[in-house]
């Protein structure tokens, strides 16, 4: 027991000196390196900058294509010919045909189909921003109940410390009752085991506390060994309103905005597929020059230097009802965002109604465990003394010892459920971020 005794203290002074030179990461600083570091945040910055770049109007079709064409070409013929007055030509000849030429083609209506597109973009660019911004919100979510859950861990380990003490206290006066014949060896090797049973419990917390803090270091993109310290946060009791939040949610939701968005490109689809009943005009213009020299013909040299324009109209009428197809299609799509709009808005609201019920009970059963903790510890004092002065029973303190362990195992998880069911509200009303 005693070298037990000693390897905890020596572990206490080691934690100790390490904790000089460890780093004090604050949740305000955790969420500032996430948004700097964290890996899901940069992909999706990415892939914003990505769907940006296609933004431009010569995507949609809205500018002229202009191409430059050039060629050369030779060619060696043997040229044999009779004329009807007897003359003949045998010659090898041959041909030089070189030519260039500069083509315009510029679609000038298409139905709207082109403003259609552009639009599009515009709105797929805007839609990837509000994707990158519920991720970024998400991430926040993860980075501060993982901080939360890292301070509950701490003050886990920090009470059972405690407790443990008491159970060193009651091992002691065992361990001397026994010794001088006025107890039994039954109560000094039960108080033995139930402290062994608490260094145990101490342990499997004190490596889930450093699990935790590797599940933070991940979420803000650090070394899985990078060591910290955190810093407690106040219990602020935050009084909100349902109403406002319900009103709020319907504004600011996150997945409700993307939904919105995802309305307002299928309209822009429909305007696309209903442009295919639409006439098409496209201006076309070239300017060319060709050059022909040939030493076994009738010309030898031949020159053209030219500008051609024009304009084409199309216009299809029957394409296999493909058209009617696709507007259709759309209209469909409209009424299934709509439907999902309804039922993501019931599920939210059902969610933030719930989510404030239960914010509201555990503030209450915080304040309950608050008061518990202080009546469980000064009812284990006393229990302790008793049994040192011989007035009550072991069966007596280890049943106060219980009451004291249940009592800060529901104290450090109602602060833990306070904080995560505030911080849901705020996810699901879209507060957490700006």
């Known amino acids: 027991m005693f070298k037990q005794l000693v390897y905890i203290s020596f572990l206490t002074i080691l934690v100790g000196y390490?904790?000089?030179?460890?780093?004090?990461?604050?949740?305000?600083?955790?969420?500032?390196?996430a948004l700097e570091k964290n890996y899901g945040i940069k992909i999706a910055e990415t892939q914003t900058a990505l769907v940006e770049n296609e933004i431009y109007r010569g995507?949609?079709?809205?500018?002229?294509?202009?191409?430059?064409?050039?060629?050369?070409?030779?060619?060696?013929?043997?040229?044999?010919?009779?004329?009807?007055?007897?003359?003949?030509?045998?010659?090898?000849?041959?041909?030089?045909?070189?030519?260039?030429?500069?083509?315009?083609?510029?679609?000038?209506?298409?139905?709207?189909?082109?403003?259609?597109?552009?639009?599009?973009?515009?709105?797929?660019?805007?839609?990837?921003?509000?994707?990158?911004?519920?991720?970024?919100?998400?991430?926040?979510?993860?980075?501060?109940?993982?901080?939360?859950?890292?301070?509950?861990?701490?003050?886990?380990?920090?009470?059972?410390?405690?407790?443990?003490?008491?159970?060193?206290?009651?091992?002691?006066?065992?361990?001397?009752?026994?010794?001088?014949g006025r107890g039994s060896k039954l109560d000094y090797l039960q108080s033995k085991t139930d402290l062994t049973?608490?260094?145990?419990?101490?342990?499997?917390?004190?490596?889930?506390?450093?699990?935790?803090?590797?599940?933070l270091n991940a979420l803000l993109g650090a070394e899985p060994t990078r060591s910290f310290l955190t810093e407690d946060l106040e219990n602020e009791n935050t009084v909100y309103s349902l109403e406002i939040l319900l009103e709020k949610a319907q504004l600011?939701?996150?997945?409700?905005?993307?939904?919105?968005?995802?309305?307002?490109?299928?309209?822009?689809?429909?305007?696309?597929?209903?442009?295919?009943?639409?006439?098409?005009?496209?201006?076309?213009?070239?300017?060319?020059?060709?050059?022909?020299?040939?030493?076994?013909?009738f010309l030898s040299l031949n020159q053209n230097l030219g500008l051609s324009a024009g304009l084409t109209a199309t216009w299809n009428i029957?394409?296999?009802?493909?058209?009617?197809?696709?507007?259709?299609?759309?209209?469909?799509?409209?009424?299934?965002?709509?439907?999902?709009?309804?039922?993501?808005?019931?599920?939210?609201?059902?969610?933030?109604?719930?989510?404030y019920k239960q914010y509201e009970t555990d503030k209450k059963l915080l304040d309950l465990e608050i008061e518990n903790k202080e009546l469980a510890e000064e009812n284990l004092t006393i229990s302790l003394e008793k049994f040192r002065l011989g007035a009550s029973?072991?069966?007596?303190?280890?049943?106060?010892?219980?009451?004291f362990d249940q009592s800060l195992n529901r104290l450090v998880n109602s602060e833990y459920n306070v904080r995560v069911s505030e911080l849901e509200l705020l996810r699901l009303s879209g507060s957490l971020i700006e």
């Not at 003359?87 to 041909?95: E, F, M, P, Q």
């Not at 009424?335 to 309804?342: C, G, P, T």
């Open 59 to 180: 995507a949609a079709g809205m500018t002229p294509v202009i191409d430059w064409t050039t060629n050369l070409g030779t060619n060696l013929n043997q040229v044999n010919q009779k004329f009807v007055d007897g003359r003949a030509i045998n010659r090898l000849g041959y041909v030089v045909a070189p030519n260039t030429n500069i083509g315009l083609t510029w679609t000038l209506y298409n139905g709207g189909r082109m403003q259609a597109i552009f639009d599009r973009l515009v709105s797929q660019g805007q839609q990837s921003v509000l994707q990158q911004k519920l991720i970024v919100q998400n991430t926040v979510s993860e980075v501060m109940q993982s901080y939360f859950d890292i301070l509950r861990l701490e003050k886990s380990v920090e009470y059972l410390n405690t407790i443990i003490k008491y159970y060193e206290e009651r091992l002691k006066i065992t361990d001397e009752r026994w010794q001088i």
């Open 393 to 403: 029973t072991i069966l007596e303190l280890n049943e106060a010892q219980r009451r």
């Open 18 to 33: 390490k904790s000089q030179a460890q780093e004090v990461l604050t949740l305000d600083s955790a969420i500032g390196e």
């Open 318 to 355: 029957f394409n296999g009802q493909q058209t009617q197809r696709n507007i259709q299609s759309t209209k469909i799509s409209a009424e299934l965002i709509s439907r999902q709009k309804e039922e993501l808005i019931n599920q939210i609201l059902s969610e933030i109604t719930t989510q």
């Open 252 to 297: 600011d939701n996150r997945e409700l905005i993307l939904l919105n968005k995802s309305a307002e490109i299928n309209l822009l689809n429909q305007k696309d597929a209903e442009s295919f009943r639409k006439p098409r005009l496209t201006f076309n213009s070239g300017f060319g020059y060709s050059f022909n020299k040939n030493n076994a013909g």
């Open 197 to 215: 049973a608490q260094f145990s419990e101490l342990t499997m917390t004190q490596n889930s506390f450093e699990n935790s803090k590797v599940k």
